[in-house]
Each structure stands twice: as C-alpha cells, then as structure tokens.
C-alpha cells in the first residue's frame, strides 16, 4: 500500500521560506516521478514541480527561480523548498507520485503566506 505523509507546511511572512517534506512508503521515489501540487478553493489543482528520472525538474512558471524541488534517496523523501514565498502561494501543498499509470496522493499540509 502505498503512503505519501507531507509535513513542513505552516504560516510564514511573505519573503520567508519554507521547507515541505513528503515521506513515501510502499513505493520508491527514484524509481518513479515524484512532484508537488497545490489548490486553493474553488480552484482546480495545478502543478507546482516534479521531476522525472533522467530529466530536469519542471516547474510552473509561477514558482521558477523560487521552488526547488529535491529528495533524498535513502530516505525515499521529497523535498520543496520554497523561497520568496509570496501570498499567492498559499494553499494546499500535495505531494504525487506518478507510477505505471497510476496516481498516488498525500493528504496535503497546508501553507499560509501573509501578506
């Protein structure tokens, strides 16, 4: 079975940073394509990073330069590091994992950017 448990979101000043984790169990990150979405309400859940194996991460045009995203094979762990955070960044932080087809979700772990 598999388990995607996020953490590291909270409230922070807009410029501030923040540093979102996602531990996965049941599956292996380097072996597939791990990345992080948000939503907002009302709002359709858009694509934040991922990263595939052999490639370079991509990211939305709205986080380029900002987010950077991560992992830590032995810890089967992905990271996002977010910089210059800015209030239209906050929102519901879910990490992925695409894997034969198949889409896998975490909970989600929300973070606040006040303005």
């Known amino acids: 079975q598999v388990q995607l448990v996020e953490s590291g979101g909270g409230l922070v000043q807009a410029g501030g940073s923040l540093r979102l984790s996602c531990a996965a169990s049941g599956i292996i990150f380097s072996r597939n394509a791990p990345g992080w979405y948000r939503q907002v309400p009302g709002k359709q859940r858009e694509l934040v990073a991922r990263?595939?194996?052999?490639?370079?991460?991509n990211y939305a045009d709205s986080v380029k330069g900002r987010f950077t995203i991560s992992g830590d094979n032995g810890k089967n762990t992905v990271y996002l590091q977010m910089n210059s955070l800015k209030p239209e960044d906050t929102a519901v932080y879910y990490c992925?994992?695409?894997?034969?087809?198949?889409?896998?979700w975490g909970k989600g772990t929300l973070v606040t950017v006040s303005s």
């Open positions: 992925n994992v695409e894997s034969w087809g198949m889409d896998y």
């Open positions: 990263v595939r194996r052999g490639s370079s991460p």
